[in-house]
Every structure is written in structure tokens, then in C-alpha cells.
């Protein structure tokens, strides 16, 4: 017999789970919409040609790969088969990958359909990814990403409005101790002009980015042994340290950065946005600037966001920033780009593990019909069908059991209504509606049970 499972870093989701994924979901379709933006969706699959390269080595490695249909091994000598290396054989057999993430495709949509969108283009694109990660907590091989990106515009009123989707998405969810981390990609560049790092950008990003992991003393021994010298470290360790994203921190940062392009460009962006953003933003929002957030600079050309919920104990449930060259690979140059993800996943995992869904089941508000015999039965087709033209959600009960074994139904389903019929009912053209949370049950004409039951609500 066949042994019924799954493959690790996927998962099923019940009917509780899904209610749950979907008001997470809904919150965050709600508030991009409010901000004008509008739904795409792109293939699970998109060539190889289009995802490789675009996320470094190590992401190519995590692509999940799909063999050529057919007979794809009939173009392969018996030779190649066997001195061919595995990357080397993957090339010739598999054209296509899963999706790693939403922004890539994307930039590919945009490049594809530019003739048909009008700049700039604001799109929200909520579907799964897939990468060949090793499981862990809060780390999955699929996953959810809920994506928001405007494309064609380089103003900073993007990046302004994505730090009021924050606070409007978090505190909707209920997750007010929410923070957004944010740094520039100029700001790092100044910085390691600052220092006179003696090794690569990328290095020294690669080390500083691992400092909430590993903590100080052990990203300075990596700088050092990569090109820091000892007397710039406790430049470098305050300059890394988190700040208040405030017109002082900003004015602090200019006057402790050495001068240069990199450093003129970075605080004037800063500068700009705070603007903006204390122009449209009256509620007091959680910003930091984190300096040692480098994370997806393969892209990111400007401002970079991570949103965090502290203490929850999984990572950042959120990311984002500003890309300038995206399209570039696909033929379309000199397209400036912002956007954001939110992560499904884990935003799930923190308000599971913070117990702030509410107590309810997949079936809350609705109604299901119990009833005695065939006749009791037909009648209650008849009257679910009219509730369902008011907006309510029924089900009837299908099949012919003692009434106390469809209240077990109910209440293990998780319906928090229930109507009887019975011959009473049926002669006096009422119901007896019940509502199992409380247990009050009343009895209503038909017209009067939507009315009753969004008043309860």
C-alpha cells in the first residue's frame, strides 16, 4: 500500500487554516487596492533563461528545475550521460523552472505587455513560489507572496505609500508592534567609502548583512580579515548601529559619512522621503534605518525595506526596495521600479504563534438547514436558495438523521447557525433559527432571518 505523504517544505491546508490565509490575504488585497493598485497573475513556470542569473549563484541553485516533456533524453549520447555533470545534464533536458519569486516575472511581464500598460504601472500579484531550500522554521520550498510594485516612475511617493501599506497592513492583521527596517543602497556604497573597506562591496555587504544573526564581535573579525582595517571598526560599529528614521538621524548620518556622490545622493533620498512621508502619514509608524540590512542587492539600486514582528521569533515577514535596471536584461532600459512582498507563510506562522486569529471556524456565519423527513428537506432547498439571493451562505443537510446528529455537524463544522424545519414550521411559514455560539434560539418569518443575523454579527 502506498503511503499517503508529501514532499518536505509543503504543506496542506484545512478549511480553519485556509479562513485564516485568506483574511491575511483579503486584509492585504484591500489595502493595495486602496492605493490604486491593480491584480496580475503571471505562470508557476517560466523559462530557465528568463529566472537564471537574476538572483545570484546560490539562488540559481535553489531553481526547482522541470524535465522537458517527451523523450528528452533521446537528444543525449550514452556519453554525455555518463561524464556529463549533473548542472551541465540539466541544461539539456529542462527549458522551463518554477517561479523563485514575483518580481522577476514581472519585470518580464512589463517588458512583454509594454505596449498594452500604461506608466507607471502599480500591479499586486498574490501567488505561490517555489525554491529548493532546505526546510526549517518559518522556511518553506512553496510559499505565498503577496507583491505590490510600480514600474515606470523614479518619485519616492512610491516608497512613501509603501510605508503607509505597512502600517495600514500590519495594524489591519493586528500586529501594531510591527517594525520596518530600511537602508540605502547609496548609504552602503558612502559608507564603505567611509571606512576605506579594502575589499569588495559585495564582501563587506555579504558580512555586515549576517550581523543580526551573529552578532558584532564576529562580523569584525570576517571585516578584518577581508580588508577592514582595526582603526576604522568603531566607525563602522556605529555607523551600523539602528537609528530613528528622523530628520536627526539623517542630519547625524551627513555629518559622520565622508563626502562624495554615493553619500550627496543617499541623504538627499532620505531627505525627500521623510518629507513625503511625514506629509501623508499622521499615525505614528515603527521606522528604523538599518544600515547592515543589505539583502538583495543583486537589484536593489535605492532604498531597501524589512519588516520584522519582534520577539514572534521567525524572520522578517516582509521586504522590498527600489530597482532601476530590472527590465534591463529583457530589452527595456531606463525603467525605474519600487515594490514590496509580503510573506503569506509566515505572517500565518506569526499570528498563529501570537494567537491572534479570532475564535472561529471556516463556517462561521453561516446556516445550516436541519430538518426530519423528505418533505422537511425539499422545503429547506427551497428556502436556502432565497437566503443565498440575501447574501447568506446555507447548506442543507443531505442526509436523514436524528436532529441531534446534525447540531453534532454543526458544531464540529463549524457553522454558528442552524435552522429547523419541521411540519410546524413549514404550516406557519417560520423557521427556528438557533444560534449555536450562544445557544438563544427565536423564531422568524424568512424575511426576517438576514436582517437578524447581520445585526448579530
Request: glycine share 8%; net charge negative.
Amino acid at each position: 500500500m502506498q503511503k499517503a505523504a508529501i514532499p518536505k517544505g509543503t504543506r496542506d491546508f484545512g478549511p480553519v487554516v485556509m479562513a485564516q490565509r485568506n483574511h491575511i490575504t483579503s486584509v492585504i488585497k484591500e489595502v493595495y487596492e486602496s492605493f490604486g493598485f491593480v491584480p496580475i497573475e503571471t505562470p508557476s513556470m517560466e523559462n530557465l533563461s528568463t529566472l537564471t542569473g537574476k538572483y545570484g549563484e546560490e539562488g540559481d541553485k535553489l531553481l526547482f528545475k522541470i524535465l522537458d516533456s517527451g523523450d528528452f533524453l533521446s537528444k543525449i549520447s550514452s556519453e554525455e550521460l555518463s561524464n556529463s555533470s549533473a548542472q551541465n545534464l540539466t541544461r539539456k533536458i529542462s527549458s522551463k523552472g518554477l517561479r523563485y519569486d514575483l518580481t522577476v516575472p514581472f519585470a518580464r511581464f512589463v517588458v512583454q505587455h509594454q505596449n498594452d500598460i500604461t506608466f507607471p504601472f502599480k500591479r499586486y500579484q498574490m501567488q505561490p513560489v517555489w525554491r529548493a531550500d532546505r526546510p526549517q522554521k518559518g522556511r518553506y520550498r512553496e510559499f505565498w507572496q503577496c507583491d505590490a510594485d510600480v514600474i515606470g516612475t523614479d518619485s519616492l511617493l512610491c516608497e512613501a505609500d509603501f510605508l503607509s501599506i505597512y502600517h495600514k497592513v500590519f495594524t489591519g492583521l493586528g500586529l501594531p508592534t510591527y517594525v520596518v527596517k530600511m537602508n540605502h543602497r547609496k548609504i552602503l556604497e558612502s559608507i564603505a567609502e567611509t571606512v576605506s573597506f579594502g575589499g569588495s562591496f559585495t564582501t563587506l555587504t555579504t558580512i555586515i548583512d549576517k550581523l543580526d544573526k551573529i552578532g558584532w564581535e564576529k562580523v569584525e573579525e570576517e571585516l578584518l580579515a577581508n580588508g577592514l582595517e582595526s582603526s576604522k571598526a568603531p566607525t563602522l560599529k556605529q555607523l551600523l548601529q539602528e537609528k530613528e528614521f528622523s530628520a536627526d538621524s539623517i542630519e547625524w548620518l551627513n555629518d559622520n559619512l565622508v563626502d562624495g556622490e554615493n553619500k550627496q545622493q543617499g541623504i538627499s533620498e532620505l531627505q525627500h522621503l521623510l518629507s513625503y512621508h511625514n506629509a501623508v502619514n499622521g499615525e505614528q509608524m515603527n521606522i528604523t534605518l538599518d544600515f547592515s540590512l543589505a539583502r538583495g542587492l543583486e537589484y536593489y539600486t535605492g532604498c531597501i525595506f524589512e519588516a520584522v514582528i519582534p520577539d514572534s521569533g521567525i524572520g522578517s515577514v516582509s521586504g522590498g526596495g527600489r530597482y532601476d535596471n530590472l527590465t534591463d536584461v529583457f530589452g527595456l532600459s531606463g525603467v525605474s521600479g519600487v515594490g514590496i512582498s509580503f510573506g503569506l507563510d509566515r505572517i500565518h506562522d506569526v499570528m498563529t504563534k501570537l494567537n491572534l486569529f479570532k475564535d472561529h471556524k471556516d463556517l462561521g456565519s453561516a446556516i445550516l438547514f436541519c430538518h426530519f423527513d423528505e418533505l422537511g428537506k425539499n422545503h429547506c432547498l427551497r428556502l436556502a436558495n432565497q437566503l443565498r439571493s440575501q447574501g447568506l451562505k446555507c447548506s442543507v443537510y443531505p442526509d436523514k438523521k436524528k436532529i441531534g446528529k446534525q447540531f453534532d455537524y454543526a458544531n464540529k463544522t463549524g457553522y454558528r447557525w442552524v435552522i429547523v424545519i419541521g411540519d410546524n414550521e413549514i404550516s406557519e411559514e417560520v423557521v427556528q433559527l438557533k444560534n449555536l455560539a450562544s445557544g438563544n434560539q427565536i423564531k422568524l418569518t424568512l424575511n426576517e432571518v438576514a436582517n437578524h443575523i447581520h445585526e448579530a454579527s
